[in-house]
């Protein structure tokens, strides 16, 4: 008799508060239909605002911009083909035409970036929500932070005990970097102060 190849590892849910393992596309069977409600209701790319005049002015923008901000930010040289919102516009039209609120990312950028910062998620047919928009920022460039939420540590694919450098600060959304160079935006409230 031969020896049976090793068994894969299971992973957990990816619903960070969930203990089951994971069976398709990284979820439980628990937590599939609510993936499924999910992209029901986010619906089509035309219904969410992009549509041939995006089409057109994100042309335009990438004939502007042909490099990939984060593989540049790491001395890297990678061709963009996605115009991403920096902060994510969730149904605001204002900011989603807001050309100061667009980069240029490579399709391996972008997929990080949704998947981590803002998990695919909005909806067009849910009303966006305001909760802690009027909370104060009291972090400065250059401090380091530590994740404060299961958010962040899915997000970031950290542990506790990790420590990150804020790079930048627009409005309430906090840009750090990790190990890898690679860049990740979140709300404040998803951060904590390391203390001395």
């Given at each position: 008799m031969g020896k049976k190849p090793p068994q894969r590892a299971k992973r957990p849910c990816k619903v960070s508060s969930c203990k089951e393992f994971?069976?398709?596309?990284?979820?439980?069977?628990?937590?599939?239909?609510?993936?499924r409600k999910k992209?029901?209701?986010?619906?089509?790319?035309?219904?969410?605002?992009y549509d041939a005049?995006?089409?057109?002015?994100?042309?335009?923008?990438?004939?502007?911009?042909?490099?990939?901000?984060?593989h540049f930010k790491r001395k890297l040289i990678e061709a963009a083909t996605v115009v991403d919102h920096i902060i994510p516009h969730k149904g605001d039209k204002k900011l989603f035409w807001d050309k100061s609120?667009?980069?240029?990312?490579?399709?391996?950028?972008?997929?990080?970036k949704t998947a981590t910062e803002d998990k695919g998620g909005w909806s067009y047919q849910q009303t966006v929500t305001k909760a802690n928009m009027q909370s104060l920022n009291h972090f400065e460039v250059g401090q380091l932070v530590q994740a404060a939420t299961g958010y962040a540590f899915d997000s970031l694919s950290c542990k506790s005990a990790d420590q990150f450098m804020i790079t930048a600060i627009v409005e309430n959304v906090v840009e750090v970097s990790d190990d890898d160079g690679f860049v990740h935006r979140l709300h404040h409230s998803h951060f904590k102060a390391v203390t001395p």
């Open positions: 994971a069976e398709n596309g990284g979820y439980c069977d628990q937590h599939q239909e609510r993936i992209d029901r209701e986010r619906g089509t790319a035309h219904q969410r605002g005049e995006w089409d057109k002015q994100r042309q335009l923008f990438l004939d502007e911009n042909p490099l990939c901000v984060d609120n667009w980069q240029a990312l490579c399709k391996s950028c972008h997929d990080r």
